[in-house]
């Protein structure tokens, strides 16, 4: 497999990887914010949440496979695993190799989310929202042709939708409809110290 | 021969509504979206779904209990 | 009637009965450890605190799950707002309270025992601070807990988080506090009144309490008989006898009374006609789908408005709940909202309907029973104001008399 095959699949792989994982984030803060018709059940959302975010990692495995046997980069296994480890563009693949292992993190969680408990598992999904821009700024400053028009304007459809999804998040009510009955509550019903 | 039945935890549940998406032959919403179950145990061909809806759940609200009935 | 057993003694307006008097009158607590269980189970003594749940089966479960660690939490929360009866023993026989608190605590091998005292019970905290501070037998360490005036505040689980968390609200079970409490010990959570009941079989004997009680009924108990918080005659009856025998004892004239509100807010509304002869026994009352509860009789003149009672009620437990779960906080405030229209005689189409449903719907599907306990209160007022709610959602006039600004009658 010569060089200029395996940069360009790498290369696909990490685009298709982060338009993926784009629409996972978006899905989730879907999910959260309860969005539904009678066209958009529920638990599509969730379902498509976890179905795509599996499907990216398969882009996500090709993408670092493809990016570990290119001779041109001469990658070891190393800095798949070990942020900041590789001499090539160290700091910038770097940032791949940590936005891996928090994605990685998020999915093991997330799949064994029964047995790891609900709060422990909150904690962890909260770091999605640093596992993601790190992804998109991994994209810009590794790939050669990373600021080439079509590249940067797949980056900057993905970055804007995030920021409106997140805008939206943001400004909307809480989601559990009890959230300020539930403080006042607790308030009401503490007891004096002794 | 197991008995299983749903318990949901009801100071967790948020009124998301996807177990009732997910398993409306036995789980219905009142008008606020809180679940209202059919009470008894899940029969055997809706395990599958009651599966579904006890891994979806959003706050994890929903458990399964399994009984081993005694013969 | 009165002063049966646990207001024997000293009038309890004059207060706190002290150590000395108390074991000059009763003698001295007996060393039962263990073998108090099986006396209480031949007693046949029941839970005061609502469930009426035997109290030799409950302490039972909890020794035989404890290694030395349960802890015993003697529950003076009294949330319920008519209920006068365990303010009244903490007040004037906190003795005879702490006398079955301390022997729970050695019968199931316990290493803390917890006084969960209501803080707006007037002087009870400070009386059985006082009693405490006079004893030299505590068989473990002993913390009193002040609960706050709600009232959820006295549900088994709520009293358990309140002294493990310092906030008195209701908790998921299972785990049930038997099985893991407070501290994640096994907890026996017992009424004040039906510990100081111990104090008394265990000094007097099981075959002694059982005869108090009259027909197949064992034992005595408290009432309040009451039409308002400012107006609250705690009693003490035969078990078995009627609660027409017991209005009569507390001086209340029974012609005026149009219905009585048994089992306080957790409980039902009863015609007079048909509550007279009804026996004051939970176990009784149970098979006719009554409750005792905590013992409150609610008293309704012939000219006050069941409906108008029953929607302050409402709007009261509404606004008491723990706001926890959907289907109570949610259910329990259209209850509220639709019944106060029709108090008002201006309803919404339907509103009567969507009462019973929302209630019959509500049951079983909050975290604690409350939203139960309101259901079931409203489902008993549509069945015996029927009448009245008829003429309220379709003639929109009420039959009584308006209330009168300023009256204390059923206010709390």
């Not at chain 3, 505590?138 to 088994?156: F, L, M, T």
């Amino acid at each position: 497999m010569n060089s200029q095959v395996l940069w360009y699949t790498t290369r696909a792989a990490g685009v298709v990887s982060l338009i993926l994982f784009t629409a996972v984030v978006i899905l989730g803060q879907l999910a959260r914010l309860r969005v539904a018709s009678a066209s958009w059940p529920r638990f599509l959302s969730a379902d498509l949440h976890r179905n795509l975010s599996l499907l990216s990692l398969v882009f996500l495995a090709i993408h670092i496979v493809t990016a570990v046997v290119d001779p041109f980069t001469s990658l070891g296994i190393a800095p798949v695993l070990v942020p900041f480890g590789s001499a090539y563009r160290r700091f910038w693949l770097g940032l791949g190799t940590l936005a891996l292992e928090i994605t990685l993190a998020l999915v093991i969680t997330s799949l064994l989310r029964t047995r790891v408990g609900l709060r422990a598992w909150r904690l962890i999904h909260w770091l999605a929202y640093a596992a993601w821009p790190i992804a998109v700024l991994h994209g810009l400053g590794t790939g050669t042709d990373a600021l080439s028009a079509w590249s940067l304007g797949v980056t900057i459809v993905c970055v804007v939708a995030v920021i409106a999804v997140t805008l939206w998040r943001l400004i909307a009510a809480p989601s559990d409809p009890l959230s300020g009955a539930r403080r006042l509550a607790v308030e009401r019903h503490r007891t004096i110290p002794q | 021969m197991d008995v299983v039945t749903l318990q949901f935890d009801r100071i967790r549940c948020d009124g998301h509504g996807l177990c009732a998406e997910l398993l409306p032959e036995m789980i219905r919403l009142d008008e606020w979206g809180y679940p209202i179950m059919e009470p008894g145990p899940v029969p055997e061909e809706l395990l599958p779904h009651a599966r579904q809806a006890v891994a979806k759940c959003p706050v994890l609200a929903i458990r399964m209990l399994v009984a081993k009935e005694r013969r | 009637m009165t002063g049966g057993a646990l207001l024997a003694g000293p009038e309890p307006a004059l207060g706190m009965e002290g150590a000395a008097a108390h074991v000059a009158r009763l003698g001295p607590l007996p060393g039962l450890e263990r073998r108090l269980i099986g006396v209480l189970d031949r007693s046949e003594l029941r839970g005061r605190g609502g469930a009426s749940f035997p109290v030799g089966a409950k302490w039972q479960s909890i020794a035989q799950r404890s290694r030395g660690t349960a802890v015993v939490l003697a529950n003076g929360a009294e949330g319920e707002a008519l209920s006068g009866k365990d303010r009244l023993l903490m007040e004037s026989r906190p003795h005879l309270v702490i006398d079955g608190a301390f022997l729970a605590a050695r019968a199931v091998k316990a290493g803390e025992v917890i006084f969960y005292i209501g803080e707006d019970l007037g002087h009870a905290e400070e009386t059985m601070r006082r009693a405490l501070a006079e004893r030299g037998d505590a068989p473990a360490r002993v913390r009193i807990v002040a609960a706050p005036a709600r009232y959820v505040a006295g549900e088994e689980s709520a009293a358990v988080h309140c002294a493990n968390e310092g906030v008195a609200l209701p908790v998921t079970t299972p785990p049930r506090p038997y099985e893991r409490g407070v501290g994640g010990h096994p907890t026996l959570v017992q009424n004040v009144e039906t510990l100081a009941h111990v104090g008394l079989i265990a000094r007097f004997g099981d075959a002694w309490f059982r005869d108090l009680g009259r027909d197949s009924a064992a034992g005595t108990a408290l009432v309040t008989v009451s039409s308002g918080k400012p107006d609250r005659t705690v009693l003490e009856v035969a078990l078995g006898s009627s609660v027409g025998d017991a209005i009569d004892a507390a001086g209340r004239s029974v012609g005026g009374i149009g219905a009585i509100l048994l089992g306080g807010f957790f409980g039902g509304w009863v015609a007079a006609a048909e509550a007279w002869r009804l026996p004051l026994d939970s176990v009784a009352l149970r098979a006719t789908g009554r409750s005792l509860g905590c013992g409150v009789l609610g008293l309704l003149d012939n000219d006050e408005c069941g409906v108008r009672v029953t929607a302050r009620i409402a709007g009261y437990l509404a606004e008491q709940s723990a706001q926890q779960c959907g289907p109570c906080v949610f259910g329990l405030r259209a209850i509220a909202e639709a019944l106060h229209r029709i108090a008002a005689c201006r309803p919404q189409s339907h509103d009567a309907a969507r009462v019973l449903s929302w209630a019959i719907e509500v049951r079983g599907r909050g975290a604690c029973r409350h939203p139960d306990g309101a259901a079931g209160m409203v489902l008993s007022a549509f069945q015996v104001f029927e009448s009245e709610v008829t003429r309220h959602t379709q003639r929109l006039s009420c039959s009584m008399p308006p209330p009168v600004p300023g009256a204390t009658r059923w206010t709390w």
